[in-house]
């Protein structure tokens, strides 16, 4: 009596065949004799054998599994950019894996043994400059840059348009007369943080005021650096009318910090951030961000990482996704209610 799910020998032993040879009739392949295929097609039949998806993707060399690799799994933007990837990886019929790294050593560990050991046929690297993963990507292989763009690598990447976004936000806080406009980045070594300061920084020149470089403050992300950039400028006694975040958290930050010194915003203080965080709206005024479609940048690296495996094509790309103003309470003109 056969277990309930049969297996390739018993299709064999029905057949009266190796169970090579019922391999190669699995998987098309042509070296089979035509009454040998009817043998175990009919056994096949019989036994209501179904063949295991992964041993027939790893037989011809896939495992049609993707992997993401994220500094963390917490953070809302890298994990809405996972559940696009996914989303998309899915309906291709691919499965994705999604794991965090530390720190470079771990993520050389985790790349060991996810290409080493042929695991996964393509890679998706998050944020890969932020602590020096981006040396440890392996040559030859399938992979695409979230978060950043590459720097000098033949790697193909998606990112927001930074930038842009940055340019387009401070822009609006010029638009409502504001030209103390101060800035809080994200941790600088990133891409992201880099090129947000200089969309700032060219919107301020093209309007003609002079960039303060003392107005510029290095964060870290969380709301706990936005806090203490606001406090660091009533502390030097030169508190700007406005303030660019480089992201939402950090602005909320602000908020927190403008409140606990009784500064009301927006009429003492305009703040704008990036990202539009489902909870953006909720915020104590409600928050002016520009918002990022984050599954989207999954979506479009699934896709460019498909692409590449299935040799549809392998051109380095390099996609930029734009950004909406949404304007809520946290931003009016200045000296305005």
Same mark, same amino acid.
């Given at each position: 009596?056969?277990?309930?799910?049969?297996?390739?020998?018993?299709?064999?032993?029905?057949?009266?065949?190796?169970?090579?040879?019922?391999?190669?009739?699995?998987?098309?392949?042509?070296?089979?004799?035509?009454?040998?295929?009817?043998?175990?097609?009919?056994?096949?039949?019989?036994?209501?054998?179904?063949?295991?998806?992964?041993?027939?993707?790893?037989?011809?060399?896939?495992?049609?599994?993707?992997?993401?690799?994220?500094?963390?799994?917490?953070?809302?933007?890298?994990?809405?950019?996972?559940?696009?990837?996914?989303?998309?990886?899915?309906?291709?019929?691919? /499965?994705?894996?999604?794991? !965090?790294?530390?720190? $470079?050593?771990?993520?050389?560990? *985790?790349? +060991? %043994?996810? &290409?080493?050991?042929?695991?996964?046929?393509?890679?998706?690297?998050?944020?890969?400059?932020?602590?020096?993963?981006?040396?440890?990507?392996?040559?030859?292989?399938?992979?695409? /840059?979230?978060?950043?763009? !590459?720097?000098?690598? $033949?790697?193909?990447?998606?990112? *927001?348009? +930074? %930038?842009? &976004?940055?340019?387009?936000?401070?822009?609006?806080?010029?638009?409502?007369?504001?030209?103390?406009?101060?800035?809080?980045?994200?941790?600088?070594?990133?891409?992201?943080?880099?090129?947000?300061?200089?969309?700032?920084?060219?919107?301020?020149?093209?309007?003609?005021?002079?960039? +303060? %470089?003392?107005?510029?403050?290095?964060?870290?992300?969380?709301?706990?650096?936005?806090?203490?950039?606001?406090?660091?400028?009533?502390?030097?006694?030169?508190?700007?009318?406005?303030?660019?975040?480089?992201?939402?958290?950090?602005?909320?930050?602000?908020?927190?910090?403008?409140?606990?010194?009784?500064?009301?915003?927006?009429?003492?203080?305009?703040?704008?951030?990036?990202?539009?965080?489902?909870?953006?709206?909720?915020?104590?005024?409600?928050?002016?961000?520009?918002?990022?479609?984050?599954?989207?940048?999954?979506?479009?690296?699934?896709?460019?990482?498909?692409?590449?495996?299935?040799?549809?094509?392998?051109?380095?790309?390099?996609?930029?996704?734009?950004?909406?103003?949404?304007?809520?309470?946290?931003?009016?003109?200045?000296?305005?209610?």
């Amino acid at each position: 009596m056969h277990p309930s799910r049969p297996t390739i020998r018993d299709v064999a032993r029905q057949a009266g065949v190796s169970h090579q040879t019922v391999s190669r009739v699995i998987n098309g392949r042509d070296d089979v004799l035509p009454e040998t295929r009817a043998l175990v097609e009919t056994a096949i039949q019989e036994l209501g054998y179904r063949p295991s998806a992964i041993a027939r993707s790893m037989a011809r060399g896939q495992t049609h599994t993707l992997a993401c690799i994220s500094p963390n799994l917490t953070d809302y933007t890298f994990a809405s950019v996972i559940e696009g990837a996914e989303t998309e990886a899915r309906q291709h019929g691919y /499965f994705l894996l999604s794991s !965090s790294a530390t720190d $470079p050593e771990a993520f050389r560990e *985790l790349v +060991d %043994e996810l &290409v080493g050991h042929r695991r996964v046929d393509g890679l998706i690297i998050i944020n890969p400059y932020s602590d020096r993963r981006f040396e440890y990507i392996p040559q030859n292989f399938p992979v695409v /840059f979230v978060g950043a763009r !590459s720097h000098g690598e $033949p790697i193909s990447s998606v990112c *927001l348009d +930074d %930038e842009n &976004v940055a340019y387009e936000a401070t822009r609006h806080l010029i638009s409502l007369g504001h030209t103390s406009i101060a800035m809080v980045t994200g941790p600088m070594e990133e891409d992201c943080s880099q090129d947000r300061a200089e969309g700032y920084r060219r919107a301020l020149q093209e309007a003609g005021i002079e960039v +303060d %470089e003392t107005m510029i403050i290095e964060g870290d992300w969380s709301a706990t650096s936005g806090q203490d950039a606001l406090l660091s400028f009533v502390e030097l006694g030169r508190v700007p009318t406005a303030i660019f975040a480089q992201n939402d958290r950090m602005a909320m930050g602000v908020l927190r910090a403008a409140r606990d010194v009784n500064l009301v915003v927006p009429s003492k203080l305009a703040v704008i951030g990036v990202d539009d965080m489902p909870l953006s709206s909720y915020f104590d005024p409600p928050l002016t961000t520009m918002r990022q479609d984050m599954p989207r940048i999954g979506q479009d690296a699934t896709r460019i990482l498909l692409d590449i495996i299935q040799g549809k094509n392998n051109t380095v790309r390099e996609v930029k996704l734009s950004a909406q103003l949404v304007i809520r309470q946290s931003t009016s003109h200045k000296g305005g209610d």
